[in-house]
């Protein structure tokens, strides 16, 4: 059975905004506002930057090097809250996901997956919903609130590490081989290029050599084919690219992927070829959902080497994560290796995912907020009182 883990809600209090998850510019702004000389205050930012993001501290007092009065004036204006945990989850598998009530009320998702990458990945999203309507995706069933800030975005990192026990102290350096969360995917809620600004911004600071310091290399971020942002996604952030692919043809992704018919084959794999970078130490990853009977024949696994021809990159191929109301199903698994095979044959990398979170609803294209249908069934259960 999977483990819930109850949450205390945060303490924060509404009329002190936290500093967690802000950039350099936008920590420097705060301390200005609050009274801090402007020719001191790039260097009071540095200090909290890095009691901020290497060592996590939740506390001003703990920051040493920094002024009493200084501690105090901004424990008077400011927290480092991060926001607020609702539900905590661990699979029986180890995966972890953590469901983040906003300063808003909205809710998103992010989800750790342990021995992923160099250790363990941090799935994490990027909007609140999502308008894609991806036809085997559960996340695509929630529609778009909006988008997240960068400082959303980084923290659902910082309480990955928070839960993980991932902050060095001064008294104890964390070296890297001891690190759990060694890579960041954009893989989970929302479209990632559609809210790129907040994504690069958030890229620049967990990326940061003095503070989360995750290098770019290990931060990945997935698309469903927003073609005319893939170039400038490269050209922001550095980032791996990869690619939510899921049919060879325009017939069939018009109708798995709906984006494909604004933004076609032919359109998307143009800007695939002109990513910043792309070489093979640089591959592109191309993930590919396996469906029963709709994308997992041996002609479609040899048309996805044609279309990948010339092109640096691994594939996923991902075994269907069922969700309550699908009306897709797995493919069998002798299917899923004969797919594999032929693909292995041609060169290509494309090793077969491990389903990882299933239980909790964590695996890949199961993402929602489970408070969306716990709100629908509080109000069905009111109505009938």
């Keep these: 059975m999977p483990v819930l883990i109850d949450a205390m809600p945060s303490a924060a209090a509404a009329a002190r905004p936290s500093l967690v998850g802000l950039t350099r510019e936008e920590l420097r702004a705060r301390l200005i506002g609050v009274g801090v000389e402007e020719k001191k205050a790039k260097m009071r930012a540095e200090q909290l930057w890095r009691w901020i993001y290497h060592y996590g501290v939740r506390d001003f007092a703990a920051m040493s090097n920094v002024a009493k009065a200084l501690r105090a004036l901004l424990a008077d204006h400011f927290t480092l809250e991060r926001p607020e945990i609702t539900a905590a989850q661990i699979s ?3 995966t972890r996901k953590w469901l983040i009530r906003l300063a808003d009320g909205a809710e998103v998702e992010c989800v750790f997956i342990p021995d992923v990458g160099r250790s363990g990945a941090l799935c994490v999203s990027s909007q609140v919903g999502c308008t894609l309507t991806c036809t085997f995706c559960h996340t695509g069933t929630q529609k778009l609130v909006r988008n997240l800030t960068s400082a959303e975005i980084v923290a659902q990192v910082m309480i990955a590490r928070d839960a993980l026990n991932e902050w060095p102290t001064p ?7 001891e690190r759990v969360l060694t890579n960041i995917v954009f893989m989970g809620m929302g479209e990632p290029l559609y809210n790129l600004d907040h994504v690069a911004a958030a890229i620049d600071v967990i990326s940061d050599g003095d503070g989360i310091s995750i290098s770019r290399r290990r931060i990945t971020v997935s698309t469903a ?6 170039r ?6 550095g980032a791996m690219l990869a690619i939510s692919l899921h049919a060879t043809n325009d017939e069939l992704r018009d109708q798995l992927v709906p984006l494909n018919r604004k933004y076609d084959l032919d359109a998307l794999f143009a800007a695939i070829r002109d990513y910043p970078g792309l070489s093979n130490a640089k591959r592109v990853t191309f993930e590919y959902v396996m469906l029963k009977g709709v994308n997992d024949t041996p002609a479609e696994a040899k048309a996805l080497v044609r279309l990948l021809k010339r092109i640096p990159s691994k594939l996923n191929l991902i075994p269907f994560n069922p969700w309550p109301g699908t009306a897709y199903e797995c493919s069998d698994w002798e299917t899923i290796e004969a797919f594999a095979a032929i693909l292995n044959r041609a060169g290509y990398a494309s090793p077969i995912r491990t389903p990882r979170g299933r239980d909790i609803l964590a695996a890949c294209g199961q993402l929602k907020s489970e408070s969306v249908k716990q ?9 009938a009182e």
């Design 92 to 94: 029986t598998d180890g």
């Design 171 to 177: 008294e104890r350096p964390l070296n890297d081989g």
């Design 225 to 230: 084919g927003v073609a005319p942002k893939i």
């Design 232 to 237: 400038e996604l490269g050209e922001r952030t």
């Design 375 to 383: 709100r629908a069934s509080q109000r069905a259960k009111a109505s």
